[in-house]
């Protein structure tokens, strides 16, 4: 993860991961997609690595891996972005989940002087050996990186400061490697995380000193001796970007090197409009879905056919979850990615990271915060779940209920019931499916609607022949209703009862129907960064990221579109400092 802190992930990239160019080292072979992962299930595949396992049996061993992020790669201490002292019971408590191996982020430049010889501080070295080797204690396999000395002064690689940077580049794995040469094999190293360059680089710059970085990497760590003479190392490309060219790229340096102890390192973040919510892409819809498929089918397609193992040492959603905010991704939504992960994985061979910086496991009291999450991903491991077209069923409060129907997402499995709690519903009387059209009756909705509060009255689930269930929730709505507001180009708050329905997105427009907002290619706000729902307070904000960026005296028409599929318009004008929103 690179930038700022944030609990759930910091600044990402658009397209997620995949693979690289051409012909690669021959004499590794081809590995084939294991018989187990296109059967659906998984084995546990821990191998005992010593020097003359494959790098791809040792990455294959490393499925399911999990990210101590937001610790050791804080600054400027382990504990300054919310996460607690790592302590061994963290990877006990992530072992006994099912996880096999562990990446540990750490941002070297908290403890490493900025000048020759660049020596890192020997307690902090002493801190990583100490928390890699819980880890290590635990049987997990371990992958230690370079971390956002990437984005702090790695980048400057390309600038008149070259040789002072690949010099203290040079250094710090030098350190590292002297530190953790004795080490087992089941630790593996990572050259550097998401890398990036200066934006007055040139491309054919950028790409001279990517190659240049894991080369020399490879090189300092390959002579360094003991363990390290035959460790798996994982090399990335520019930001861990699926490019074709940028993967492309990578494909030569890893050929070049004929290392047969290589694998290849991407992060996946999911389609950027939907990750973001920020262009209207509201839903896991075909081009998200598609998005995934792609760019997973070209990672197996360059890398893991030809030989070289795939570690996607990232994946998650962009700021989701983030318990202090409103989620900007519907749960359900969320939960169809997460699903689509598990399985492109499996049938194309690659081993996928957990990005987790807090949200998913509470290392306070080393509980996992949604277990029903956590339930889903653990299956994905081995199988599939089914889904459908929506978890939310909305009875508008304002007529009687009526039957509606939901498309299944069957992915393979076959659909065995609904159940609330441990009642079966009667099909043919609660509901009718055919095909994968499942009917809710009228008399169902009436009975779940009970007395048509506003907001969730009721749940029910959906079960298969394998996985996880599928959660529906019963929610009484009304046309929501906005009120006039005062407020300055810092905040606006917008009184809204919203009358039990969800907002899903805002569009922004001036009167000849351009964007208006801090985007010029599209009206569809980004959640969260320009405007949040504030459900206990009966309100929207606006934010000064989006209110100061509108034309002084020009109306702007917002339209909120809620996920009942209601919509709601509402006018603002900018006049100074001061904002002002009308209903008309």
């Known amino acids: 993860m690179t930038g700022t802190p944030r609990p759930a992930r910091a600044g990402r990239r658009l397209r997620p991961l995949v693979g690289l160019p051409l012909a690669l080292i021959t004499a590794v072979g081809v590995a084939a997609v294991p018989a187990a992962a296109q059967a659906g299930t998984t084995a546990d595949t821990t191998v005992a690595a010593d020097a003359t396992t494959s790098a791809q049996a040792v990455v294959a061993a490393m499925q399911p891996s999990w990210n101590l992020g937001n610790t050791l790669d804080a600054f400027p201490t382990e504990t300054s972005w919310g996460q607690p002292l790592t302590t061994k019971a963290v990877f006990d408590t992530v072992r006994a989940a099912g996880y096999r191996s562990v990446r540990i982020p750490v941002t070297w430049s908290n403890a490493q002087d900025t000048n020759a010889p660049y020596t890192i501080d020997p307690k902090y070295m002493a801190r990583v050996r100490q928390v890699v080797d819980m880890a290590l204690s635990d049987g997990l396999y371990v992958v230690l990186n370079v971390h956002h000395d990437s984005w702090q002064w ?46 007055d680089a040139t491309e054919a710059q950028k790409t001279q000193a990517m190659d240049e970085l894991n080369t020399s990497f490879h090189t300092v760590v390959r002579q360094s001796g003991g363990r390290n003479a035959t460790r798996v190392l994982l090399l990335p490309d520019q930001n861990t970007s699926p490019t074709p060219q940028k993967m492309g790229e990578l494909y030569t340096t890893i050929t070049k090197l004929h290392d047969p102890n290589l694998g290849a390192t991407v992060h996946y973040y999911s389609f950027w409009p939907f990750s973001m919510n920020n262009s209207g892409y509201t839903t896991y819809n075909e081009t998200v879905q598609k998005d995934l498929v792609d760019d997973f089918t070209a990672a197996h397609g360059t890398f893991v056919a030809k030989g070289i193992p795939v570690y996607l040492g990232e994946y998650g959603l962009l700021n989701y979850p983030d318990y202090n905010k409103v989620d900007q991704i519907e749960y359900g939504e969320a939960w169809k990615y997460f699903e689509q992960v598990g399985y492109e994985a499996r049938i194309n061979g690659i081993t996928t990271a957990l990005w987790d910086a807090g949200s998913f496991l509470n290392r306070n009291t080393l509980q996992w915060i949604d277990p029903d999450r956590m339930a889903l991903i653990e299956k994905g491991w081995h199988t599939r779940s089914g889904t459908a077209s929506t978890d939310q069923v909305f009875l508008p409060k304002s007529t009687p209920a009526a039957a509606q129907t939901v498309a299944l997402n069957l992915n393979g499995l076959s659909f065995r019931g609904l159940w609330q709690g441990d009642t079966r519903l009667r099909r043919g009387v609660d509901y009718a499916v055919s095909g994968d059209q499942l009917t809710l009756t009228r008399s169902l909705l009436t009975r779940l609607g009970g007395d048509r509060a506003f907001g969730e009255n009721a749940t029910f689930e959906a079960r298969f022949s394998r996985g996880v269930p599928w959660k529906f929730h019963v929610i009484t709505n009304d046309l929501p209703v906005q009120s006039d507001a005062t407020g300055t180009t810092g905040s606006l708050t917008i009184p809204t009862q919203f009358n039990g329905d969800v907002l899903a997105t805002m569009e922004s427009r001036y009167a000849d129907g351009s964007p208006a907002g801090p985007y010029n290619w599209t009206p569809y706000q980004e959640f969260n960064l320009t405007y949040t729902p504030e459900y206990p307070n009966g309100a929207i904000r606006l934010t000064a990221d989006y209110l100061k960026t509108l034309t002084d005296g020009a109306t702007v028409t917002l339209k909120f579109d809620f996920r009942s599929g209601a919509s709601v318009t509402y006018h603002v004008t900018r006049s100074g400092d001061t904002v002002t929103g009308t209903v008309s």
């Open 154 to 199: 790695i980048k400057n690689i390309t600038t008149a400061d070259h040789d002072a940077v690949l010099a203290r580049f040079d250094s710090t794995w030098q350190q590292i490697a002297a530190a953790f040469r004795d080490e087992p094999r089941k630790l593996l190293f990572e050259s550097v995380n998401e890398p990036q360059f200066t934006d």
